[in-house]
């Protein structure tokens, strides 16, 4: 039987090195070699030693998790060992948070103490909406979310200690009030009233309150989409080591406060090729404009024209579970509200791309972002809003990215080292003689 190691041969020096393998949970999904071993190897005593070249980080590991599991080739994705088709049935938003930050499911009194926590701290401090006043009308909502984040830690005198102590408080304060700074800051953007957070109603059914209420009028949302809404919020509620998480420790490995470690994830979520790529699905399908046209888009996408968006993942290579979760929600969704017609659209590409050769072969299959749009366009939400609603959702994964990096002592300050590819010494030429 082979050993679990690796035998490197430096054919620089002739000498042979012995790397060990070591294993995560799931060996065929985490087996991995120390990074010190490689650094080890060297052509000389004055050799800095070598290292890994990996852009994007696409095979480097930089933290060992038991936060999510995705299998990107059967398309399975995982919180804490649960299935994520079981969580999105079952499951409320505030259930799926719990189970992140904490490794189990909670008991109906656990649970009921945590929603109280999270409404008790729902309120903002009155200067923040001085704060927002300051953006000018029209503002994007997402750089306001990422401004008032940033803001939050000025008004706690504990926001620095990030001790295990504090990490509760911190945890609550920021999954309660991202939900209405955002609601914030989207009527500030429409110049209408804030709308307060209202303690009989579920962190969700608040954020439509908060969003689509009148003031001094109850507002008691629709409950399928109310649902809808803790569907998507579960579906968005961690992916494992993407930008915005790996973001989230990096900031927070200098021992950040968690407020500026958020606001920083939000800012690499308002990138486009993170969080806005449910709007750029929904330009996507109003340009195509009808079925009719689908064919010929489909063309242009081949031709390198345009892109599909809405297609392919980062990690996956199979279907998206979440988008198939998503797809049976949209109908539902349009119960309610109407169909929303880029639906038909979606379906028409959907329906080319899976038996079309050229998508097959590249293992183009729709992933999240591709029907998630529609269902929030439906519900009355603007585009600009789409990233924010994927803020909400995610703070809570983020927030367990943040606690399980601050509690893992193998964890460091972020240092990444580079591949220096500038010019050797230079001699210095005075400004007379340049």
């Known amino acids: ?94 259930e799926v948070a719990y189970l992140l930050l904490y490794d189990k499911l909670p008991t109906q009194d656990e649970l009921a103490a945590w929603q109280s926590e999270i409404k008790e701290h729902s309120m903002l401090n009155e200067s923040i909406k001085g704060f927002l006043d300051g953006y000018r009308y029209g503002s994007h909502t997402m750089g306001m979310l990422v401004g008032v984040l940033g803001a939050e830690s000025t008004f706690y005198p504990d926001a620095r200690d990030v001790s295990t102590e504090h990490m509760d408080i911190h945890i609550v304060r920021l999954i309660s009030k991202v939900a209405t700074v955002a609601a914030f800051g989207y009527r500030h953007s429409r110049g209408k009233a804030y709308i307060y957070p209202d303690p009989d109603l579920s962190y969700c059914g608040n954020v439509l309150g908060m969003f689509f209420g009148y003031p001094g009028k109850q507002y008691h949302p629709d409950p399928v989409l109310e649902r809808a809404l803790e569907l998507l919020f579960i579906l968005h509620a961690d992916h494992e080591q993407n930008c915005s998480a790996s973001t989230m420790r990096v ?79 949209a109908y539902e969704v349009f119960e309610v509200t109407g169909k929303n017609p880029l639906i038909d659209i979606a379906l028409k590409l959907e329906q080319i791309a899976l038996e079309d050769d050229y998508f097959v072969s590249r293992k183009l299959f729709p992933n999240v972002d591709f029907y998630s749009g529609i269902i929030y366009q439906a519900m009355g939400l603007p585009v600009d809003m789409m990233p924010v609603l994927f803020a909400i959702a995610r703070t809570s994964g983020w927030l367990a990215q943040w606690k399980e990096m601050r509690l893992d002592e193998d964890q460091r300050i972020a240092r990444p080292r580079q591949i220096y590819t500038g010019t050797e010494k230079r001699d210095y030429v005075p400004m007379g003689k340049r």
């Open 251 to 329: 900031i927070g490995s200098s021992n950040a406060d968690p407020y500026s470690s958020v606001a920083g994830a939000a800012a690499a979520l308002y990138g486009p090729a993170h969080g806005g790529a449910n709007e750029a699905v929904l330009k996507m399908l109003t340009e195509i404009k009808t079925v009719d046209n689908v064919e010929a888009y489909i063309e242009r996408v081949k031709k390198k024209e345009v892109l599909l968006q809405g297609f392919g993942h980062a990690v996956y290579r199979n279907y998206d579970p979440r988008a198939a979760i998503i797809k049976k929600a």
């Open 1 to 94: 039987m082979g050993k679990d190691s690796l035998t490197i041969t430096d054919n620089r020096t002739g000498k042979t090195y012995e790397v060990p393998i070591e294993y995560g949970t799931m060996p065929n999904y985490g087996a991995y070699i120390s990074g010190p071993h490689l650094h080890a190897i060297k052509a000389s005593e004055e050799d800095f030693g070598l290292l890994v070249y990996d852009p994007g980080y696409r095979s480097t590991a930089s933290c060992k998790s038991a936060i999510t599991f995705i299998d990107g080739e059967k398309g399975v994705l995982r919180y804490r060992g649960f299935s994520i088709e079981d969580l999105a049935q079952n499951s409320t938003y505030l």
